[in-house]
DNA sequence: AGTGAACGGTGATTGAGATCACACACAGGG
DNA sequence: CCCTGTGTGTGATCTCAATCACCGTTCACT
């Protein structure tokens, strides 16, 4: 069943990786820099899921395992039962769905602080969606039942689980609006080219923003045949107003993109 | 812009009501039977946020307001600063997004139990989805301050309301996949139906289910036209597999309609 | 009884996008 | 160096479902 269409499955998962000693971060793999204590940790920002207070992290680092993964590893697969949940620490990760005849649909591209798996955890359910990391990356995994009970015996990680489950929701429902609303390619393909722009800088000079997604990938985001993205994306370079080179999109036009957003 | 496609809008928020004096129920708004005392509550089930330990039930019910709705009531509309969450004790309710159009997409139909806008509230943003009764409604709405206050002294209501959110979540991902990656209107309308059907009697006998949804709101649960559903559900009526009259779906032949989801 | 709204049923037309089928560029690896 | 795989660009075709335009029915309301 591995068709030309679903090649990224086939890339298969690589074993979870443990730095052999703390102290020793040199040979890190896939040359990230290992980060070994979540209390010691700078990646950490105000939105992560380990930004709690040094109670609850002490907990959250006795449980949590690092592990490391190559580009293109699958993490966790829809229909597994949820073992445990993944913080994002490096990189990021596809969040996708597929159907049986192998048509994908990726819901979200996942980066740091962000938790996968948590609320199938939460639910006590298999996982429901395929995560598969788009570039190395590090990870901090938490085991099922630890997880449950640092929830249970930290009001204040609870609490911060809830939020991140509701912003998972609100990206879903995002993805469900951008998917079943839309008009057009062109006009689902406009409002995923600004989502990844920056804030700010409203003027009209030109944006660049690297991101590494090919036009299929693309068309998995916005629920549309490569083709069709190919096209749509050549449409925009016509007109001026946008043009992905390689990993490197120019915005020329904001405004324009907005106006086809707004339909 | 109230045009025609978007005719539900029109009807109006109706005001809160509150039962006069907690003793009389005979003049209950709508014919609902009313619950005063979520402790004293018949109607609670295993999966409904309200079912708590006694300690936290007894928070819970001093900071909600029973409400009652009509139906075709506007709860709460997408955008609006999220004041609270409504718990569902009796009734029904679609939760719906609509773009500038007045196109409108339904995410689920919500029933007892169920809690609306409880991550809007636990993520500190806006509505994101309008809600709205297909009867009349009893509600319990907790303000937003209660409630969070309720979430961090009561680790167990945390816990839950996590759990509830993260059910949202699921069915928000199946939402995206039965809209995203079906390949006709066909499947995704026997796919409906199925989720429709009580589980289990597998064998041949016809199935009755009773459901009062128009076809144009069928059409917005699967992103179709009112038309397409019109023309597809005669289509499995002449097929003799399943037959939707007035308010009563009848399965004829569940086993085709799983045929017709398998693709 | 009469009126209007909401709902359901059907035909005709049309267009956006899926699909198929190539051709080309480019990278890495033997 | 060739060879292979992966990603991209483009034409030709075809199909499903949206859209428009009606009509009949039912039901609530005056």
Redesign the pocket.
């Known amino acids: 069943m591995a068709t ?1 269409t679903a ?1 990224t499955l086939a890339r298969g998962v690589l074993p979870h990786f443990e730095p052999a000693e703390p102290g020793i971060k040199a040979h890190s793999p896939y040359g990230l820099p290992i980060v070994d204590h979540c209390t010691t940790c700078n990646l950490r920002g105000a939105n992560f899921f380990c930004n709690l207070t040094a109670t609850a992290l002490r907990s959250l680092d006795w449980v949590k395992h690092v592990t490391s993964y190559p580009e293109g590893a699958l993490v966790l697969m829809e229909g597994q039962a949820a073992r445990g949940a993944y913080v994002i620490c490096q990189g990021r990760a596809k969040l996708m769905t597929t159907n049986r005849e192998g ?1 994908t649909l990726i819901l979200k591209i996942a980066g740091p602080g962000e938790v996968l798996g948590l609320h199938s955890v939460v639910a006590g359910t298999a996982y429901e969606l395929t995560v598969e990391t788009l570039q190395p990356c590090q990870l901090a995994f938490v085991g099922r039942d630890d997880l449950l009970r640092l929830l249970k015996e930290h009001g204040e990680a609870c609490l911060r689980a809830a939020q991140h489950i509701s912003r998972d929701c609100q990206s879903a429902v995002d993805a469900i609006r951008s998917i079943g609303l839309s ?5 689902k393909l406009a409002r995923l080219l600004l989502q990844w722009l920056p804030e700010g800088r409203e003027n009209g000079a030109a944006v660049r923003v690297k991101l590494a997604l ?3 990938e693309i ?1 998995q985001l916005i ?6 993205v ?5 449409e925009l370079k016509k007109k001026q107003i946008a043009e ?1 080179n ?1 990993s490197t999109l120019m915005v020329r036009d904001r405004s324009a993109l907005k106006a086809i957003v707004e339909g």
């Open positions: 030309a090649p048509k008009h057009s390619v062109l006009q090919t036009h299929e068309s629920g549309a045949s490569r083709e069709t190919t096209r749509t994306l050549s992905l390689g």
